[in-house]
């Protein structure tokens, strides 16, 4: 289970106060049931000197002696009150917090797995679509065009179809990557996310700038969904937004790697659409924040945050 949220963790401040101000009552009586066994000590002391030195009577002696045994039941039980009391306390303030802040972070693990295993379904039905309406019809051209140019009686005919056949295979090798990158970024495998991302821009057809200041990398989880982060909005941008520009800045403040994402296109971009639902779900799904900015005439501005310590 991740960290308690920062605004439980702040709020628990005024409860360790009313706590500590209202233990100041068992602190007080803790205090006089030990000042008040001291004193019984000193006083039994007093008693047993006075009956070695023959100054007191057996019968005298005895009565102190049941007093004091008496006396010291009592404070034995005052004692013990005093803690079953400091006990209640602590759990009446404090625990009660605790366990309230741990249902509620429960309660959100439990909403960002059902959104995560949502974004997963729904990513995995865009990727079939992809294959069957895109690949598969590719494949089933080139398989023509092969089956055209090995029929063919003119030469001259058969070598342009097996060029365009060659060319289809280069399209359809290019559109199977990424496919692939979208259900996983194996070169992250062997490289870093700037120059990932660098691949990525570089077949994007509106020009992106990349800024990556992040000297330590991210742990591999908060990479990937970076990347993800950025593909999705890049390609967001460049079928929708209408954009002639779009910058990528990355960047670690303390325990957090903020990524931003920013296109001068005609805005309007739904934050509660599909992609970017899925988006906000992989983010959350790290305890991370993710915000969409897209007022209608744009710009769009993303914006994600996550833990990297």
């Known amino acids: 289970m991740g960290p308690l949220e920062p605004s439980s963790v702040r709020s628990s401040g005024p409860r360790v106060v009313g706590y500590l101000a209202a233990r100041l009552l068992p602190a007080a009586l803790g205090a006089l049931t030990a000042g008040l066994l001291v004193v019984g000590v000193v006083l039994a002391a007093i008693v047993a000197r006075s009956f070695v030195a023959g100054t007191m009577t057996v019968a005298g002696f005895l009565l102190q002696v049941l007093i004091g045994a008496a006396l010291l039941a009592v404070n034995l039980q005052a004692m013990a009150s005093v803690t079953v009391l400091d006990r209640w306390l602590a759990r009446r303030l404090l625990e009660s917090h ?9 309660s959100e693990l439990a909403v960002s797995r059902a959104g995560v295993i949502a974004a997963v379904d729904a990513e995995r039905q865009r990727i079939e679509r992809d294959l069957h309406d895109g690949l598969q019809q590719h494949l089933v051209a080139l398989g023509m065009l092969l089956g055209r140019a090995r029929r063919s009686r003119d030469p ?6 097996l060029a365009q056949a060659h060319e289809d295979a280069q399209r359809a090798v290019d559109e199977l990557r990424e496919v692939a990158w979208r ?4 070169a992250l495998d062997h490289t870093t996310l700037d120059e990932v991302l660098t691949m990525v821009a570089q077949r994007s057809a ?10 330590v990398r991210p742990v591999r989880p908060v990479e990937t969904v970076l990347y993800f982060v950025a593909c999705e909005a890049l390609t ?21 790697v ?9 805005g309007g971009a739904d934050p509660d659409g599909s992609g970017l639902q899925g988006l906000a779900r992989r983010v959350a799904a790290l305890d991370g924040r993710f915000d969409v900015q897209s007022p209608p005439g744009g710009p769009t501005a993303i914006r994600a945050e996550l833990p990297c310590a």
């Open 156 to 161: 001259d005919k058969a070598r342009a179809l």
């Open 98 to 106: 605790t366990r309230e802040a741990l249902r509620r972070r429960i």
């Open 258 to 266: 903020e990524l931003r994402v920013h296109d001068d296109g005609i």
């Open 206 to 215: 509106t020009p992106v700038k990349i800024t990556y200041n992040v000297p």
């Open 183 to 186: 259900v996983y970024p194996s």
């Open 236 to 256: 967001n941008a460049a079928k929708h937004a209408r954009a002639t520009m779009i910058t990528i800045d990355i960047e670690a403040r303390d325990t957090i």
